[in-house]
Each structure stands twice: as C-alpha cells, then as structure tokens.
C-alpha cells in the first residue's frame, strides 16, 4: 500500500463522488430547464456555476496526489 | 516518469532588484504578451465606436451587459460601474492566458500556483479593503455574524464563517491552477504515449486524443476564467453589500 497505491485511491474516490454530484446536479438542472425553457439562461449559469465548485472539489484531491508522489 | 519539468522554466534574462530575484523566463514573456493582447482587444472595441456595433465593439459590449447585469446584480446601483474595469480585465487575462498557453512552444502560466494564488490573493485583499471602506472595522467583524440566528449556536458558526471567508482565495487559486494544469498533463500524457508507440502508424491516434482534449482546453480555459470572475464577483458583492 506504497504511495502509488494511496495516491491514486485518493483521486478515484473523490472523482467518483464528484462524478455522481454532477450527474445529479446536471439532470436536475435540465429539467429544470425543461419544465421552464425562458429561465434557461440563468438556470445555464447556475448550472455551470455549482459544477465548477463541484470539479473543485476532486481537483483538490489532485492537488493533493501529486504533493504525495513527488515528495 | 517525471512529468512536472515541462511546467518549469529556466529564467532566460538574470535580473535582480534590491536583492529579489526578478529575472525573466518564458513563462513571464508569456504573461506579457497575454496582457498586451487584452489591452490591444480593448483598444480596437473602444476605436470609433458605432451605434451599430461592430465584432469587437460588440464583443466587450455583451461582456459588460453580463458583468454589469448576471455578476454584479447584488450591488448598491451607484457602485457597479466602479467593478466593471476590474473584472473584465480578470476575465481577459485569465481567458487570454488559457489559450494562449495551447500553442506548441508557448509557456503554460496559470498552470503555476504562484500566478493563481497572486490573483486570487489581489481578489481576497480588495474585497476585504473595501468591506472595511463601506462599513468601518466594527460593521467588518460583525460581517462575520449572519442575522437573524439564535445566540446560543454563535460560538459554533462565527469560526465557520471566518474559516469559509479564509478559504475562499485558497479555492480560487487552487480550482484554476488544477483545472489548467490537469489539463495540460493529459495532453503532455498523450504525446508521451505517441512517442511510446514507436510507430509512425498508430501514433496518430494518440496524437488525435490530444487534438480532441486541446479543443476540450479551450472550453475548459473559458469555464474556468469565466468562473473565478463569477465567484470575485460574488464575494465583492457580499462584502460591499449591506447583510
């Protein structure tokens, strides 16, 4: 269970459960957009907006994977 | 397999300035021509400007409509022309920045922290500046305490608040820097796997992968500095609002 191993454990887990956070935040915000087709472009921001804090979210793990491996 | 070496540069020009190192690498030259290539797009926008716009009139035209109206829509009316300069030219560096670091040869600089944490650090110490402009230094820490909430679960939520308010420009720097920088690893992978092939033949489709996630980059180089102008906006607002 070397560094190699955790490593990539860290990455996969967090972009699974990012993954499914934004599978459910995207088919949420879709039929949202669905129900109401003239609120779409703020629903799009919104959307895109929570997204991007989610992806944050894994990338921090990346961060961290890379801090373990080369060092 | 180390692959962190192509995102570091070796300074092209020694310079030194009251004994701080200042010295001139690709990366820097680079950043330069990203900021002279904002300030050119914004000088042809504003060059004889028609009632009916032309493509870059119209361009920073919606750019300012979007600040103006989607970014800024918390803040007092009379304050939202002062905001606009400054975000629009976050928006364009990081932007401008993203895609120019596609071309071969030319230096990736939002994939290096010390950019990312020197923007969202700038972001962090005007929206606290001016939080302690529009309400004192007492309405600044009182800023820490939401309304309306029972007093006896203060002494749980005002470290929350203040660890959430010190946060923010960690996950600024570090959302931007990881997005870029992962992307440019993909792509440096899939070059690497092409050179692995040792084969003129099926090296092509590697090389078609990294074709296909530099078309990804550019979206991606957009997201992500349309999202940190979105987000400073946001936190600006918050601190210049009244709560």
């Given amino acids: ?71 | 397999m180390d692959i962190l070496h192509h995102f570091k540069y070796p300074s092209m020009f020694d310079l030194q300035l009251f004994g701080v190192d200042i010295s001139v690498n690709k990366a820097i030259l680079t950043l330069w021509i990203a900021a002279f290539c904002v300030l050119a797009l914004i000088l042809i926008a504003s060059r004889k400007p028609k009632f009916v716009p032309g493509f870059f009139q119209n361009l920073i035209e919606v750019s300012i409509d979007f600040i103006k109206n989607e970014m800024l829509f918390d803040m007092p009316e009379n304050q939202k022309n002062a905001w606009i300069p400054f975000l629009l030219a976050l928006f364009g560096l990081i932007f401008i920045c993203n895609i120019i670091s596609l071309v071969p040869g030319a230096a990736a600089v939002t994939a290096s922290l010390n950019f990312t944490g020197t923007l969202a650090v700038i972001v962090f110490i005007t929206s606290q500046i001016f939080s302690i402009k529009t309400h004192g230094v007492r309405g600044y820490f009182g800023s820490f305490v939401p309304r309306d909430i029972p007093p006896f679960i203060l002494p749980l939520l005002v470290p929350i608040e203040v660890i959430t308010r010190l946060a923010r420009p960690f996950s600024l720097a570090i959302r931007l820097f990881a997005n870029i920088f992962a992307g440019h690893t993909i792509i440096l992978v899939f070059f690497s796997l092409a050179i692995m092939l040792k084969s003129y033949f099926t090296g092509m489709i590697p090389l078609l992968g990294s074709v296909l996630i530099s078309a990804f980059e550019i979206f991606i180089g957009f997201i992500q500095a349309f999202i940190f102008t979105y987000l400073s906006a946001m936190y600006i607002t918050e601190a210049v609002g009244e709560h």
Avoid: D, N
């Fill in chain 1, 1 to 71: 269970m070397g560094p190699l191993t955790m490593s990539g454990l860290t990455l996969a887990i967090a972009a699974f459960g990012c993954a499914l956070g934004i599978g459910f935040l995207a088919g949420k915000g879709l039929e949202a957009m669905g129900r109401q087709p003239e609120a779409s472009g703020s629903i799009r921001t919104a959307m895109l907006v929570a997204i991007a804090f989610i992806e944050a979210i894994a990338l921090y793990a990346l961060v961290i994977e890379i801090l373990i491996l080369y060092k």
